[in-house]
């Protein structure tokens, strides 16, 4: 189990504004809050994004480089999967890899891709329904 995943963000508020509703949506809950940081908890884990010190925003995040790649969360169902796209599509929120959406992970994947203000890739994932116990 993960104890905690501590993020460095370039814009806080912007930051605070964008995952606050997602992570809500969730069931996670606000943990802990202070002027360069925010976090929020579900049962023993917690994620936290601090703003990053000016000196060292002269290289911006990129996912392709060495480090975090992105984070994947659990839906509780497909509908919880299509009610979050709808969500961010409103929000004005890009959906990644569209062409491909909902299965842009594969044919038994069903989730969406999106990306954070700093383009920190973020996927809900539905759970995998055993084709047996669905009937199909």
């Not at 993020?7 to 949506?25: D, M, P, R």
Request: negative net charge.
């Amino acid at each position: 189990m993960l104890h905690h995943l501590e993020i460095y963000v370039s814009n806080l508020a912007k930051t605070t504004e964008f995952w606050g509703w997602f992570l809500k949506e969730l069931g996670y809950e606000p943990y802990q809050k202070w002027d360069l940081g925010i976090s929020w908890k579900q049962k023993d884990t917690y994620l936290v994004f601090v703003q990053v010190e000016e000196r060292f925003m002269d290289i911006p995040y990129h996912r392709s480089r060495v480090g975090l790649n992105h984070l994947a969360f659990h839906a509780e169902s497909k509908e919880q999967v299509d009610w979050m796209t709808d969500q961010l599509k409103e929000k004005g929120i890009p959906i990644l890899y569209q062409d491909r959406h909902p299965f842009a992970g594969g044919d038994s994947h069903y989730a969406v891709f999106f990306e954070d203000p700093d383009r920190i890739k973020a996927e809900l994932v539905a759970p995998k329904v055993d084709k047996d116990s669905s009937g199909n």
